[in-house]
């Protein structure tokens, strides 16, 4: 079987980013030691691997490093449409069916009980067809909607 046009260019993206720490705590008030965020980030992700969808970068892997480093390695297809929309805004065919490839995506998501927080084009990435893969959508569910995180997740 040949590949298709899109897995010839793939590409990959590694992100970083720190787990919040407990602040001194050591124990819940159950009296159990807290778990390590890394830990439940790490095992949260590993959900978000499973997802399979055409207009979505999968996932490939997550790792746990020191001091509650989470590194983050996933696909990454095409142009984004932050600098890809001076060439299709003109044309209301193409624009349709990037809407609907991402409503179909944000669909998908929704219905694994997936919410993304970061939207954006710079995001939604456009392969040389102009087909959609959005970018960066699983944050928000690995961090607890941000509770794991000293930082905000997703922009206004």
Do not use: W
């Not at 590694?14 to 439940?40: D, Q, V």
């Not at 991402?102 to 919410?115: G, H």
């Amino acid at each position: 079987m040949s590949p298709s046009v899109s897995s010839i260019n793939s590409k990959f993206a590694a992100t970083t980013f720190y787990a919040k720490s407990h602040p001194g705590e050591t124990c819940g008030t159950n009296g159990l030691p807290l778990t390590l965020n890394s830990i439940a980030i790490f095992g949260k992700a590993h959900t978000i691997k499973a997802l399979k969808h055409p207009n979505l970068c999968q996932y490939l892997d997550f790792i746990r490093s020191k001091h509650e480093r989470i590194l983050v390695v996933s696909e990454y297809h095409g142009t984004s449409l932050e600098e890809k929309f001076h060439m299709i805004k003109s044309n209301h065919q193409n624009i349709l069916r990037i809407f609907h490839q991402i409503a179909t995506a944000l669909n998908f998501l929704d219905q694994n009980d997936f919410v993304v927080h970061n939207l954006e084009p710079k995001h939604i990435l456009l392969d040389e067809l102009n087909n959609v893969k959005i970018f960066n959508y699983g944050l928000f569910n690995m961090t607890n909607c941000g509770e794991y995180v000293a930082f905000p997740i997703g922009n206004l």
